[in-house]
């Protein structure tokens, strides 16, 4: 793995624990980096299931999630020993400076949220949960005065909400809070699924980080084309296999299937082939280490409440300040 970039500040980044697997949008959008950072400067990462209430409704689904996401942060290679890794709700802390930071909030901000439009526009049932998502995770951020936030270009508009109240924040309380910072990758950009469109639990369209082996190939497989025949020649930068291909791929072997490719007399099912190689090999030591902690439950628990006793320190620190700037509890 290339040497971690060096960013100033405390680094934070959630997950929500609402489907079955970390995906490789999750994998490759954010949580790849997580890991850089995590030897190069002081972070936190956070399993965030008040988040997932807002679509998981079965408390054994969400605790089942809970311990995959658990699992894959530390598959990965996220050390609890230099990183805070912790569960959102074992900070109730996090509500109450929620609510705090609600009542500063402009209302029209939260209705142009593409999350929310984009929960409309499926024809989700649009709970109030799925309105405030925005609010939570900004209290996610200021809570612990992070300042470095790494997530994927889809999160771009709630980090910027953050800002917003956050500076909002100061100027009416005082200066409390750090103005975070987006770190979001550019190239990485947003990571197709199945039917090239954004890789997401939410479109069943995802290929799983911790997949079986056949699971993984048939998932491949499966990647949406074009209809060119077999010796029509192609363009890889419009072709998702590629797409995918180019995270996995040494640039020598990227440029031979770039050939390919172009060449004509490469069917779609060879290059889904060498993409299936590429990921299995990166792949494999990673689900063997995710399916032995999850054989070891009571560890992952015990990891999330160590987490989330550091996490407390913090967390104490900006709401004692803050409750006494606003006014509320003891004088
Ligand atoms: P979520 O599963 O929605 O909690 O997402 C966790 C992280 O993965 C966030 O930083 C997202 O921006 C990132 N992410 C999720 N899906 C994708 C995708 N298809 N492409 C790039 N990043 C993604
Ligand atoms: N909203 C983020 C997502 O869906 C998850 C999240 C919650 C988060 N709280 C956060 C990300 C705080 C970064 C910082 O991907």
């Given at each position: 793995m290339s ?20 995906h490789l949008g999750?994998y490759l959008g954010?949580m790849k ?43 990965i ?110 190239s990485t950009?947003?990571i197709p ?6 890789m ?7 290929i799983?980080l911790f997949e079986?082996e056949?699971?993984l190939e048939?998932k491949v497989?499966?990647i ?12 890889p930068?419009?072709c998702s296999v590629f797409k995918l291909y180019k995270f996995f791929a040494s640039k020598d072997e990227q440029n031979a299937l770039a ?12 290059a889904k082939q060498e993409l299936f190689r590429v990921i299995n090999l990166e792949l494999s030591p990673l689900r ?44």
């Amino acid at each position: 793995m290339s040497k971690g970039p060096t960013v100033k500040g405390r680094v934070l980044s959630g997950v929500q624990p609402s489907g079955g697997q970390v995906h490789l949008g999750n994998y490759l959008g954010a949580m790849k980096r997580f890991v850089e950072l995590s030897k190069t400067a002081e972070t936190l990462f956070c399993v965030v299931d008040l988040h997932a209430l807002t679509s998981v409704k079965e408390a054994e689904k969400l605790r089942d999630y809970t311990r995959s996401l658990t699992a894959a942060y530390l598959a990965i290679g996220i050390d609890p020993e230099e990183t805070i890794l912790f569960r959102q709700s074992d900070l109730p802390e996090v509500c109450e400076l929620s609510w705090y930071l609600t009542c500063n909030f402009p209302l029209g901000l939260l209705e142009r949220a593409h999350a929310l439009k984009d929960a409309k526009a499926r024809g989700d049932t649009v709970n109030s949960g799925l309105m405030f998502y925005p609010i939570l995770m900004a209290a996610d951020i200021l809570l612990y005065r992070a300042e470095q936030i790494p997530v994927g270009a889809d999160q771009k508009q709630h980090i910027e909400m953050t800002r917003e109240i956050a500076q909002k924040m100061n100027s009416v309380y005082g200066d409390l809070f750090p103005i975070p910072e987006p770190l979001i990758e550019e190239s990485t950009g947003v990571i197709p699924g199945l039917d090239g469109r954004k890789m997401s639990k939410s479109y069943n369209n995802y290929i799983g980080l911790f997949e079986t082996e056949k699971a993984l190939e048939k998932k491949v497989k499966r990647i949406v084309t074009d209809s060119l025949g077999v010796e029509e020649k192609k363009d890889p930068e419009k072709c998702s296999v590629f797409k995918l291909y180019k995270f996995f791929a040494s640039k020598d072997e990227q440029n031979a299937l770039a050939n390919k490719y172009r060449a004509g007399g490469m069917g779609y099912g060879v290059a889904k082939q060498e993409l299936f190689r590429v990921i299995n090999l990166e792949l494999s030591p990673l689900r063997a280490s995710y399916d032995s902690w999850m054989a070891r439950p009571d560890d992952l628990e015990d990891i999330l409440l160590q987490g989330a006793q550091k996490a407390r320190v913090l967390a104490f620190e900006t709401l004692s300040e803050l409750r006494s700037a606003l006014g509320v509890g003891r004088y």
